[in-house]
């Protein structure tokens, strides 16, 4: 794949068009201080952290579900441990029947124009957010209600554990400053005001003089919109203060910046289309595949590949084996881990479950079957691109062919349900392991695409969205991985295959600290800036 050229010039007048508008420096305030007033005077930062969220910054719309809203502050949010705390709540309670949510907020949250933060407000989001159709699903929340200023009250249609994570991830916006191009310029409580949006470019950010939490550190920043090779050269021009990068370019050492790794659940896997072929969408598109819907098949995959290997070769060693696609997380069943890369167990699973190369075109087959199928992936993304090839060249060996494609997003949307595709997933919220897995939404858009089915993993986590407290639901979504008999991971119905949870990597100035990072979700927002309060400039 050709790799976007990086134009110094033209970031050179980028970057004097931010310090001239925002008053940012990278390398420091001029003129450059030495010693201990270093630290006195560097109050703003250039950050290239992440992609620019075309959509804008509307939460009601879906902005902070990968990261913290920044502009915006949520109800509760999530501590190192992932444990939850408050944030513009003070607290909340849960009815026995765990329908009823009442939460009390802070008295002191101000927005950033200055008006206070109410009930009302929040009341407003919600049901702003209920019925924008966007990402934030709240089809299960029947009504929301202020009945003073700083309580709200929400009724559920059937309790939801996971309840709590919509108010983890969804940044309040202000009913009185609310309109239609509130994504262009918002208001909200976060830490963090935007003054200036230059699309396609740059984000200016000043401290919200409201804010009621911690003070951070830097008064001032720039966050820029580079491709990763973009942010990689800006770095080793010393014009940025943090730059996301890929692992390929982790090798090299920059002067004055450190490696930072932040471990992730952003995963990459393959699901396997479960069901046999012969259905069809309501658009007509293709559904299910005969090779895939053996479970011998994906058993197999799943044994044979080296996941390590994987880690070390696609990944410049910068991630951790994937088993499900909740690792490391509250609910992880840690059972759901598995001995990988053995080539002998793999070819015995085959041979018990009736495959074997009857014709020595090195290809298993079964009743007339050949064990070929596709494997698709974005036809732009170099790392899925790399782990198909290399799946499809370890089991090979095996006698599985894996036939690698990469694809438009469209063609993979008609093809999604019949070919096996290499997905990315992650994120703190149990909800997604519900929607990738649930009989509910098989075929419904990105979730569950390969049509997998299981009663009683369905019914394991329709009790964890039942269960009065995140951490009851905990025990039953782990039941639903592996529950000693039957489960959605590897030991039971291994409708995918995980492969892998991509390290984030940040190269980061020597004098910069960004305290410690939490296990990051998906990359679609800015996670590493979760904990922007905690940073600091240490010379």
């Known amino acids: 794949m050709t790799r976007a050229v990086f134009d110094v010039q033209k970031y050179a007048v980028l970057l004097l068009i931010c310090l001239v508008a925002a008053g940012c420096s990278s390398t420091a305030d001029k003129p450059s201080p030495t010693g201990e007033n270093m630290a006195e005077v560097k109050n703003s930062l250039v950050l290239a952290v ?9 939460p009601t719309a879906g902005w ?6 920044l502009f915006q502050s949520t109800l509760l949010k999530r501590n190192n441990e992932l444990a939850i705390t408050g944030d513009l709540a003070l607290g909340y309670e849960v009815s026995a029947d765990g329908k009823h949510w009442t939460v009390k907020l802070r008295e002191d949250a101000r927005f950033s124009d200055g008006e206070a933060v109410t009930a009302e407000d929040v009341k407003f989001t919600f049901e702003t957010a209920a019925g924008g159709g966007s990402v934030i699903d709240l089809t299960n929340m029947a009504s929301v209600s202020a009945p003073d200023k700083f309580t709200v009250e929400f009724e559920l249609k059937e309790p939801q554990s996971t309840f709590v994570s919509q108010l983890v991830a969804t940044g309040i916006v202000p009913q009185h400053a609310y ?25 200016i950010a000043e401290a919200n003089p409201y804010y009621y939490g911690d003070k951070p550190r830097f008064k001032k920043l720039a966050l820029l919109f580079l491709s990763e090779d973009a942010a990689f050269a800006a770095a080793k021009a010393g014009e940025v203060d ?6 390929t370019f982790s090798t090299q050492q920059v002067p004055g910046m450190r490696l930072e790794t932040a471990r992730t659940v952003d995963n990459r896997g393959i699901a396997f289309p479960y ?9 007509g598109y293709p559904v299910g595949n005969d090779v895939t819907a053996d479970i011998a098949i994906r058993k197999a995959i799943n044994i044979a590949v080296d996941r390590k290997a994987l880690v070390e070769g696609v990944l410049e060693g910068h991630g951790t084996p994937a088993y499900t696609i909740v690792d490391g997380l509250p609910w992880w069943n840690e059972s ?13 699973i085959l041979g018990q479950g009736g495959w074997s190369d ?23 993304d170099v790392i899925r691109q790399s782990l198909a090839i ?27 349900h019949a070919h096996a595709v290499v997905w990315g997933w992650g994120s703190q919220d149990p909800m997604e392991m519900y929607n990738v897995y649930s009989s509910k939404y098989r075929g419904a858009g990105y979730y569950n695409t390969n049509y997998y089915s299981n009663a009683a993993v369905d019914e394991w986590m329709d009790k964890a969205l039942r269960a009065g407290s995140e951490q009851e639901a905990a025990g039953y979504w782990k039941k639903a991985q592996w529950d000693g008999k039957t489960g959605l991971s590897m030991a039971g119905d291994a409708p995918w295959a995980w492969l892998v949870n991509i390290d984030h990597l940040y190269l980061v100035k020597e004098q910069l600290h960004i305290g410690k990072q939490r296990i990051h979700p998906h990359g679609h927002g800015w996670p590493v800036t979760d904990n922007i309060e905690e940073w600091d400039w240490m010379p």
Request: glycine share 12%.
């Open 179 to 203: 309109s239609a191009g509130y994504a262009n310029k918002p208001v909200g409580s976060g830490p963090y005001v935007l003054v200036q949006w230059d699309k396609g470019q740059q984000v």
């Open 275 to 283: 069901v046999k072929a012969g259905e069809q969408t309501a658009e």
């Open 390 to 416: 290399a799946v499809a060249d370890r089991v090979k060996s095996i006698g599985i062919e894996i036939i690698v494609e990469g694809k438009s997003w469209s063609d993979i949307d008609r093809l999604k």
């Open 50 to 58: 992440g992609p620019e969220p075309e959509e804008g910054f509307d």
């Open 358 to 380: 009857q014709d020595g075109d090195g290809i298993v087959e079964k009743d007339g079957l050949s064990a070929s199928f596709h494997l698709l992936y974005p036809a732009n």
């Open 64 to 69: 902070g579900r990968y990261g913290s809203p």
């Open 336 to 348: 759901s881990r598995f001995a990988d890369g053995n080539l002998e167990d793999a070819r015995a």
């Open 242 to 247: 943090i730059a996301y990068i890929p692992a």
